[in-house]
């Protein structure tokens, strides 16, 4: 009787983490706008800098918006004008920029994910601090390689892998194997690096 051949069912691919900071900041200017009562500072703030150019001859002026009854409605009017609400959100991206602390705790955040899987893949594998990686699709020639490497930190692994050029990347875990896409200039649409615990290949 022929034996009946055992099905293997590929690991389920889940999202870790990523970086990329003009999707950051682009979530945090829509937060921004989409808060109920709007930082009345930051909108005067803005206000100041925009009298002179977008406001002459409208019913608003610096004083009138900083004792404006019902500030939500001035927002919805400003909203409602496409110059002026352009103007806003563009100052607000400026102002997000400017928040150091939102991209550090980005990275934070990731390398603490990073690392419990580290600490978790190393465990599984018996190996602590030993990684192996291949990449697929990398540069402009599309060139694959393999390296062997020691990180005890996800700082020092996301160096030994990544590219030294601005890039922005997404990480997902695919059972013992830490999968990674890559975005640089001369890979816009992404190429492949993968991570597993152990030495040599």
């Known amino acids: 009787m022929r034996k009946k051949e055992e099905i293997k069912i590929a690991p389920k691919k889940e999202?870790?983490?990523?970086?990329?900071?003009?999707?950051?900041?682009?979530?945090?200017?829509?937060?921004?706008?989409?808060?109920?009562?709007?930082?009345?500072?930051?909108?005067?703030?803005?206000?100041?800098?925009?009298?002179?150019?977008?406001?002459?001859?409208?019913?608003?002026?610096e004083l009138k918006v900083a004792e404006y009854d019902e500030f939500n409605k001035f927002i919805a009017d400003v909203m409602g004008n496409k110059k002026l609400a352009h103007?806003?959100?563009?100052?607000?991206?400026?102002?997000?920029?400017?928040?150091?602390?939102?991209f550090e705790n980005e990275i934070i955040e990731n390398n603490l994910l990073i690392e419990k899987w580290m600490k978790k893949a190393g465990n599984k594998?018996?190996?602590?601090?030993?990684?192996?990686?291949?990449?697929?699709?990398?540069?402009?020639?599309s060139?694959?390689?393999?390296?062997?490497?020691?990180?005890?930190?996800?700082?020092?692994?996301?160096?030994?892998?990544?590219?030294?050029?601005d890039r922005t990347y997404e990480i997902y875990i695919c059972g013992d194997v830490l999968d990674i896409t890559c975005y640089t200039h001369?890979?816009?649409?992404?190429?492949?690096?993968?991570?597993e615990a152990g030495y040599p290949f």
Not at 125 to 141: Q, V
């Open 15 to 61: 999202f870790l983490c990523e970086w990329n900071p003009e999707k950051l900041v682009d979530g945090q200017v829509k937060y921004i706008l989409s808060m109920p009562n709007l930082e009345r500072t930051l909108i005067c703030e803005w206000l100041k800098t925009q009298i002179d150019k977008l406001l002459t001859g409208t019913k608003y002026d």
């Open 125 to 141: 594998a018996g190996f602590h601090g030993e990684w192996k990686s291949r990449c697929e699709g990398f540069g402009w020639l």
């Open 87 to 102: 103007s806003l959100t563009e100052y607000i991206r400026e102002c997000v920029y400017e928040d150091h602390f939102l």
């Open 143 to 165: 060139l694959s390689g393999e390296k062997v490497f020691s990180a005890e930190k996800a700082n020092d692994l996301l160096e030994e892998v990544l590219p030294n050029c």
């Open 186 to 195: 001369d890979n816009p649409i992404g190429y492949s690096i993968t991570v």
